[in-house]
Each structure stands twice: as C-alpha cells, then as structure tokens.
C-alpha cells in the first residue's frame, strides 16, 4: 500500500460546480498535512494546511480525519484557473527525522 | 518569485557528463530537499539534509550525489546518468528538520540525458 494515495482523477466538472477530493495515508503517526496546488511544468505551490479542527480559506475547505487517516479537499464555486493537479502531503517521522511524502495527485480540469 | 533559488533552469547532458544542479535559499531554513519528479508523475523524495547532515537517502543511486557546503546552498553532483534519469529536479527547503510546517520548492532544473 503506497503511503499517500489520492484518486488520479482527471476530474473534469463544469465552472461553478463543487468538487471534492480526498487523501488516505498510511502511517497513523503522521503529524501535519498539507494541500499543494501544481500548474503544468512548474513547480508545487503550497495551496493550504490542514488542520484537526478544519479549515477554510475562500473557496476552499480542508478537513483532516485522524481516526480514518484521511485528508480531503472540497472546492466550491470551481473557476477555469483551478484547473491544475492538487497534491496531498503528509510529514511523518522517519528514522527520527521529519519525511514529507506526496501523494500522487489528483487532476482537477474545468470546464467553461 | 519563489524563495529557493535552482540553476540552471534547463541542462541537457550527455551519459559521460558530469554537471551539477545547485540551489539556494536565504530564509534561514535548516531543512534542505531533493525531489525528482517525472511527467504526470507526483514529486519523488531523493535526499534529505537537516542542519547541513545528509539525514534521508531514499536508495538513491550513487550517480546522484548530494552536498550541502553550508545552511544557504545544496547541490546535486550528476554523473554518468541515464536517459530514464531525464525529470524535473526540485529542491526544496523547510524552516527546520524536526518542524512540521509546509515545503517551499524552487522551479525546478529540467534535466535531459542523452
């Protein structure tokens, strides 16, 4: 089981619409999680955190379930310049250093 | 304009070469990374340095090599690479080795091996 899996998508949704996109992670002692936004063929962008009481920034909402290990992302109001891969990323200790590992992306298109 | 700083851009190198990507950041972060990324592909976790220490090698093949001369500056010494070697090489850079807090990633050296 890969540590970070995320539905690859492409989804492809009209402007306007409402999108949501989850993130399970395998290691229980992971301690921060992120939302990062990829444009094609540049580099990752930090879009959010993600924090235990959830949060919003926006039109974006991050919410985080520990006890199911998973992460998710809800997109509303969805504009032709969301469309990008958005990447999950968890910190989880690894031989007592902090390892940040990314999940393998989801692909956002919209639609006019 | 990002704060992690990579040169060069672009580099397309020969199986016999030897070249060096180089990055930079001036945000006092303690925390220094290597990603390789290929198309359509998530960021891949090659190396690690904490506090100017090599602390992650993720099994990296010993053609890549890694350095980090001080806090500001890290670098990746390619030689004798291959063609399947060809990706976006990312570094980024964290505020410290035991933080939790969110990556800050240069744009990257496109790499092609001939």
């Known amino acids: 089981r890969k540590e970070v899996e995320q539905d690859p998508g492409p989804f492809n949704v009209p402007e306007g619409a409402t999108v949501a996109f989850n993130c399970t992670y395998s290691n229980s002692a992971s301690q921060s999680f992120f939302w990062y936004r990829q444009d094609c063929r540049k580099e990752p962008k930090l879009l959010m955190s993600v924090y235990s009481s959830g949060n919003e920034d926006g039109r974006f909402t991050a919410q985080l379930n520990r006890a199911s290990q998973y992460i998710s992302l809800l997109i509303r109001d969805s504009k032709l310049s969301d469309s990008a891969t958005y990447l999950c990323?968890?910190?989880?200790?690894?031989?007592?250093?902090?390892?940040?590992?990314f999940g393998t992306g989801t692909k956002l298109q919209v639609i006019p | 304009d990002t704060e992690v700083t990579q040169t060069p851009k672009h580099l397309v190198m020969g199986m016999t070469n030897k070249k060096s990507l180089k990055c930079e950041q001036h945000?006092?972060?303690?925390?220094m990374y290597w990603y390789k990324q290929k198309a359509k592909k998530p960021p891949e976790l090659m190396f690690v340095y904490s506090y100017e220490k090599l602390s992650i090698n993720e099994s990296v093949p010993s053609r890549f090599s890694p350095e980090c001369p001080n806090s500001s500056l890290l670098n990746l010494h390619l030689h004798a690479l291959q063609p399947e070697d060809s990706a976006l090489y990312l570094c980024a850079s964290r505020s410290s080795g035991g933080g939790t807090g969110e990556l800050f990633f240069g744009e990257g050296s496109r790499l092609t091996v001939l």
């Open positions: 990323v968890v910190n989880a200790i690894s031989g007592g250093y902090q390892k940040v590992t």
């Open positions: 945000m006092g972060h303690r925390a």
